[in-house]
């Protein structure tokens, strides 16, 4: 254990060496603009409601978020009363911001109703968006440039005689400058004449490149003459580079950045705050949250999945479960020895953590590794036994099961490897099972489970139903073993997935399928899996091994006391 503390440690004393070194070079605040509750809501299945979007003001306010664009107050009731309800909160880190449009056409910005309840909405910030391209000006709006450059300069001077701060989205920006350099320009300089307080450079079709962002940027400072700290960066994900345009925005002299938590939004989503913050702390060395609330990341990542129900991207950077995980042997092995042979940097840093993962790939490093992050003792294992377990996984791996997914089988299989008293341990045997499905005259489904076991010498023969054949199964198993093993009442089942297994001569219906079980108790939780041809006997298997790793982590715990 002493040489991966003493890796971590030079993990640790490297990334501080980096960081110096890139603090040394470049220096700078960067302000953190999050319009997760706004642009992150136009993606596919993400909807808030008030209360949702209430509680992410928090999480983004703890985090140290400077501005959170709150909504729209004048497209829709709800974000109205969004608004007239966060206006109640005090924030510590964070000012709230209200989005919407520059002036209609035929309006003077006074009579607006658009840009008067902006003027109303008891925010300090407000956010504006108007036409920065003359195709869009033209085709779309179809009215005149220069009627457009009037509705930009009347719109913000009406904002800012209210008493506001204004922020200027600059739609199109980029694709404006390709098409009318002069004119997109001229749209910019418009609104920082009228009081803008920062013109914010949008790539709204999301296609730009980083080259294209560094060409326009050094354009406007070089021949325009623009002063860069007063523009923003606002970019799409359609090329994949909003992250990478944002960056070289910011090593542009750009120190406004906009984005959302996990990359939410239209189409392929926004620039992601998730890997542009990590970036810009840990890579090229400004200040955007701080270090200490950058621990943070990974728990904030997951609340707003959470909240706004979607899965978390597994392999997301920086606060993806996988961002960190060893699979190969070889990686694994090295990353005992040294964490930075394949870590770009010390996963806590950004509040995640170092996973080994055990598959037909894995050697016998992680397995080790995989060990000590289950708080198991692999020292008892001998070097022969070792290389039995690990033929057994890769076995295993061959028939269809995922270790790497079940943590909680793992366990079983590697406690029968490592003691003799657990390889010698049978808590209870299977003679038989039985399910019924019955569809009965009142349109329901009736699911009944009969089974035999034998635990300590006797036959106990259950019968239980359930909401389902698999529930109806366990209730049955759960019968049969409560009296021998009262423990087994703290114990209950929390998720349950199938998934069906690629095979060489099975398809379709008679595919091999795999079944995840998560069980819990009042201490943690524990993921078994099972694979069979039948649904059914995938279920028992995981579900047998929810049971054996529940008395197992008894009979240890006993052990020790």
Not at 111 to 136: C, N, P, Q, R
Not at 337 to 360: A, Q
Not at 513 to 534: A, Q, Y
């Amino acid at each position: 254990m002493m040489h991966l503390i003493s890796a971590n440690n030079k993990f640790k004393n490297m990334n501080s060496d980096k960081n110096k070194n890139s603090n040394s070079a470049k220096t700078g605040f960067v302000e953190v603009y999050d319009t997760t509750l706004r642009d992150g809501t136009q993606g596919e299945g993400f909807s808030l409601s008030i209360d949702d979007k209430l509680m992410i003001t928090d999480i983004l306010d703890e985090l140290g978020i400077n501005f959170i664009e709150g909504g729209f107050p004048a497209s829709n009731p709800k974000d109205k009363k969004f608004f007239d309800a966060a206006s109640k909160k005090t924030l510590k880190n964070s000012k709230l911001t209200a989005f919407g449009s520059t002036r209609k056409k035929n309006n003077k910005a006074k009579e607006d109703a658009g840009l008067i309840v902006l003027g109303e909405t008891d925010t300090e910030y407000i956010t504006i968006f108007g036409k920065s391209w003359d195709m869009h000006t033209e085709n779309v709006l179809k009215i005149s440039l220069n009627e457009n450059l009037d509705i930009i300069s009347d719109s913000v001077e009406f904002l800012k005689s209210s008493g506001k701060k204004v922020f200027f989205d600059a739609e199109h920006f980029f694709d404006g400058f390709k098409g009318n350099e002069d004119y997109a320009v001229k749209t910019i300089n418009t609104a920082l004449s009228a009081g803008a307080d920062k013109v914010i450079l949008c790539d709204t079709n999301g296609g730009c490149l980083p080259d294209d962002i560094h060409k326009a940027l050094n354009k406007l400072k070089i021949a325009h003459k623009i002063d860069i700290k007063r523009l923003g960066i606002h970019t799409h994900n359609d090329t994949d580079c909003a992250v990478a345009n944002t960056i070289a925005a910011v090593l542009d002299g750009v120190r406004h950045v906009q984005g959302t938590i996990n990359g939410y939004g239209e189409r392929t989503g926004n620039a992601n705050l998730s890997s542009i913050i990590p970036n810009l702390e840990l890579k090229a060395g400004f200040k955007t949250i701080g270090m200490g609330k950058l621990k943070n990341l990974l728990k904030v990542s997951r609340l707003i999945d959470e909240i706004s129900n979607n899965t978390p991207v597994k392999n997301m950077p920086y606060v993806g479960e996988s961002a960190f995980a060893h699979k190969a042997g070889l990686h694994a092995n090295a990353v005992l020895k040294n964490p930075s042979s394949y870590e770009h940097i010390d996963p806590s840093l950004v509040g995640n953590g170092r996973r080994f993962l055990i598959s037909d790939l894995s050697g016998k490093s992680n397995i080790e590794a995989k060990a000590k992050e289950l708080g198991l003792d692999i020292g008892v294992i001998s070097e022969a036994r070792e290389a039995e377990l690990l033929d057994k996984i890769k076995e295993l791996e061959s028939l269809g099961f995922n270790f790497e997914s079940a943590d909680g089988s793992f366990k079983i299989l590697l406690n029968k490897y490592s003691s003799e008293d657990f390889k010698n341990k049978e808590y209870f045997k299977l003679i038989a099972f039985r399910v019924n499905i019955e569809k009965t005259s009142a349109q329901n489904i009736f699911s009944e489970a009969v089974v035999m076991i034998e635990v300590k010498g006797k036959t106990e023969h259950t019968v239980a139903v359930g909401n389902g054949p698999v529930n109806a199964l366990d209730n049955a198993l759960r019968k049969a073993l409560v009296k021998f093993y009262p423990v087994l009442d703290e114990m209950k089942l929390t998720d349950f997935k199938v998934r069906v297994i690629n095979s060489k001569t099975k398809s379709g219906t008679a595919s091999y399928v795999r079944v995840l079980i998560e069980s819990s108790d009042k201490e943690e939780k524990w993921t078994t899996m099972g694979v069979s041809e039948n649904i059914i006997e995938a279920s028992y298997i995981a579900l047998a091994d929810g049971i054996i790793y529940k008395l197992d982590k008894e009979q240890s715990a006993g052990e020790q006391a």
